[in-house]
C-alpha cells in the first residue's frame, strides 16, 4: 500500500493490496462477516477493522502473508495448541501466504470476542430504576 493513500472503506484496502493477496482477504472478511454479521466494517489505523460493542477483530496485509488482529491480549494464548505452526504475538496472528487459513479457528475467536464485547457493553449498561 502508498503510504499517502489512505483507504477510506475495506473494499479500498483491499484492492490497494497486491492483487496476489485479495482472495485471502477477501476470504478473511468474509469469515469475518459470516461469524459476526451484526458488526460495523470500519478503517481503524488503515487496516479494516469490525466493531461490535468495541472493537472486536480486524486484519491486514503485508509481504509474507496477512494478519488477523484479536484485539485481546490473551485469546491467542488460550488456542496456542490449535495455533502450532503459526506465528503470533501479543494479539496478532500472522498467516503465511503457503499455509491455509484456519477457518474453525478464527470463527471459534471472534465468537469468543463478541461474547467478550457483549458481556462488557452489559455491565457498563445503567441499572433499570
Do not use: W
Not at 16 to 39: C, F, G
Not at 51 to 59: I, Q, S, T, Y
Not at 88 to 96: E, F, M, Q
Amino acid at each position: 500500500m502508498k503510504k499517502n493513500n489512505k483507504p477510506r472503506n475495506v473494499d479500498q484496502y483491499i484492492a490497494m493490496q497486491p492483487v496476489a493477496s485479495q482472495p485471502r482477504l477477501k476470504e478473511i472478511r468474509s469469515l469475518i462477516r459470516s461469524a459476526a454479521p451484526m458488526a460495523e466494517e470500519v478503517i481503524s489505523y488503515m487496516i479494516p477493522c469490525y466493531k461490535l460493542h468495541g472493537m472486536l477483530v480486524g486484519f491486514g496485509n503485508h509481504k509474507k502473508g496477512s494478519s488477523f488482529y484479536t484485539m485481546s491480549t490473551t485469546i491467542l494464548k488460550e488456542h496456542e495448541k490449535e495455533l502450532k505452526g503459526f506465528d503470533y504475538s501479543g494479539s496478532t496472528l500472522h498467516i503465511r501466504t503457503d499455509q491455509k487459513l484456519p477457518v474453525p479457528l478464527l470463527e471459534k475467536i471472534i465468537k469468543k470476542r463478541i461474547s467478550h464485547n457483549t458481556k462488557k457493553a452489559k455491565l457498563k449498561l445503567p441499572a433499570k430504576k
